[in-house]
Nanobody
């Protein structure tokens, strides 16, 4: 089992910045990728960014060049630095972790944190 606790959401003006944090606990040794997803009202949940244990990153096209995902394996924490925020970035952001045990993968989710970009 893995538990994820997010923090750092809030209200920010367009062009501003926020940093989200997600602390993992539990059977963290089995985590091989962590990421951030978001879900806006009336839309499906979408991948924002992900990072593997080895540091390989992946970003949605809509956030490339503006968002940066990083991972501190010593602190079991993943961060999402969001710069140049736009109103369309408004959503609930969810931290995720995927574990791999032999050939079985399991996805875990945080409770979500609201990000609102508005003037």
């Amino acid at each position: 089992q893995v538990q994820l606790v997010e923090s750092g959401g809030g209200l920010v003006q367009p062009g501003g910045s926020l940093r989200l944090s997600c602390a993992a606990s539990g059977t963290i040794v089995d985590i091989y990728v962590m990421g951030w997803y978001r879900q806006a009202p009336g839309k499906q949940r979408e991948l924002v960014a992900a990072v593997t244990r080895g540091g390989t990153t992946n970003y949605a096209d809509s956030v490339k060049g503006r968002f940066t995902i990083s991972r501190d394996n010593n602190k079991n924490t993943v961060y999402l630095q969001m710069d140049s925020l736009k109103p369309e970035d408004t959503a609930v952001y969810y931290c995720s972790a995927r574990t791999l045990v032999v050939v079985t993968t399991t996805d875990y989710w945080g409770q979500g944190t609201q990000v609102t970009v508005s003037s």
